[in-house]
């Protein structure tokens, strides 16, 4: 059984930081491509983050140089660093695996809430 655990979230006040971890468990997570989504109500899930099998990272605009997504494959575990945060950054953050080969096969943890008020 496949299991994306996230945690970390919380309150914030602007301009601090946070911490996301996901453990995943039931894949070989090495072999994922692992990401970090947001979504508020009312509008749709968005990337945030994404970090491959190699260790090639790719962000969204809106969180460049304030956002670090990174993996420790030994502990099947990737996280996810923010800082200089935002009110606009407050929503559920999930984590998702995703594999391609051979067929697209993706994962989705429960989400965790951040929100980011003072």
């Known amino acids: 059984q496949v299991q994306l655990v996230e945690s970390g979230g919380g309150l914030v006040q602007p301009g601090g930081s946070l911490r996301l971890s996901c453990a995943a468990s039931?894949?070989?997570?090495?072999?994922?491509?692992m990401a970090w989504y947001r979504q508020v109500p009312g509008k749709q899930r968005e990337l945030v983050a994404a970090?491959?099998?190699?260790?090639?990272?790719n962000y969204a605009n809106s969180v460049k140089g304030r956002f670090t997504i990174s993996r420790d494959n030994a502990k099947n575990t990737v996280y996810l660093r923010m800082s200089s945060m935002k009110p606009e950054d407050a929503a559920v953050y999930y984590c998702?695996?995703?594999?391609?080969?051979?067929?697209?096969?993706?994962?989705w943890g429960q989400g965790t809430q951040v929100t980011v008020c003072s």
């Open positions: 970090i491959g099998s190699l260790g090639s990272t």
């Open positions: 039931g894949i070989v997570f090495s072999i994922y491509t």
């Open positions: 998702s695996a995703v594999r391609f080969m051979p067929t697209k096969t993706e994962y």
